[in-house]
């Protein structure tokens, strides 16, 4: 039960910090406009319907790289497969959360519920595989 537990904590930590790197490393390429007030959703809807296509899709890549490799830890530290799809599930919360409080277009809020728990599922297969060793 320890494991499980650790896992999925690790698996969840290890996806946000993958999630976060992929934002911090869109950001750049998108600036936000000077003075955009972070606390208007309505500025941050409009400065978000301005980005192209190529910065979205760097945001969806976050989402999914991050359910496979938390997936992955998870699976790894618990031994198991099964922690992995709970690290799934709390991304596509956080999508489905991101979502609400940002409108995003719709084809991006579909993706980031419908990848996440196959990606953590892949990640969790990748570190159970038979052969897979744990340290």
């Known amino acids: 039960m320890g494991r499980t537990i650790a896992g999925v904590v690790v698996g969840v930590v290890a996806a946000w910090l993958t999630i976060m790197l992929a934002e911090f490393a869109s950001a750049p390429l998108h600036p936000m406009p000077a003075g955009l007030d972070m606390q208007d ?75 996440p728990i196959p990606a953590a599922w892949l990640g969790a297969k990748r570190a159970t595989r038979p052969g897979t060793t744990v340290s």
Request: charged share 5%; aromatic share 6%.
């Open 41 to 115: 959703p309505a500025s941050v809807a409009a400065f978000v319907a301005t980005l192209p296509i190529a910065a979205l899709l760097v945001v969806l890549a976050g989402w999914v790289l991050g359910a496979l490799i938390g997936g992955y830890v998870a699976a790894r530290i618990a031994r198991k497969p099964r922690p992995a799809l709970v690290v799934g599930g709390v991304i596509v919360v956080g999508v489905i959360a991101n979502a609400v409080l940002i409108p995003h277009p719709p084809w991006m809020t579909l993706a980031g519920v419908l990848l």
